[in-house]
Nanobody, 121 residues
């Protein structure tokens, strides 16, 4: 898989984590990149995306105001800063190249291993 996710872990409600998405074979700055998550027994869902062209961002309603997506082109990395985490944020988080349209961000390509985020007291 071209993408490698890292930074997950276990935190208490209200805690923070910063996820990283890197790639060795492609230049992330050439793509819109999205973060997705999949909780046990649920379908994978879009969390946030950042365009490659102008850096504009999109967030799903449940994370807006708590999560921030950003990119460091020099480090070929896209970050997801997650604050005020709650138990509903528990999931495996994945990143992917995406196309951005009226329906949000559509991933393409293969998924990586993901990184586990667990929020519990």
């Amino acid at each position: 898989a071209p993408f490698v996710e890292s930074g997950g872990g276990s935190v208490q409600p209200g805690g923070s984590l910063r996820l990283s998405c890197t790639a060795s074979a492609i230049r992330l700055a050439d793509y819109a990149i999205g973060w997705f998550r999949q909780a046990p027994g649920k379908e994978r869902e879009e969390v946030s995306c950042i365009k490659g062209s102008d850096g504009s961002t999109l967030y799903t309603d449940s994370v807006r105001g708590r999560f921030t997506i950003s990119r460091d082109n020099a480090e070929n990395t896209v970050f997801l800063q997650m604050n005020s985490l709650n138990v509903e944020d528990t999931a495996v988080y994945y990143c992917s190249a995406v196309t951005v349209g009226t329906n949000g961000c559509t991933p393409f390509g293969r998924w990586g291993q993901g990184t586990q985020v667990t929020v519990s007291s």
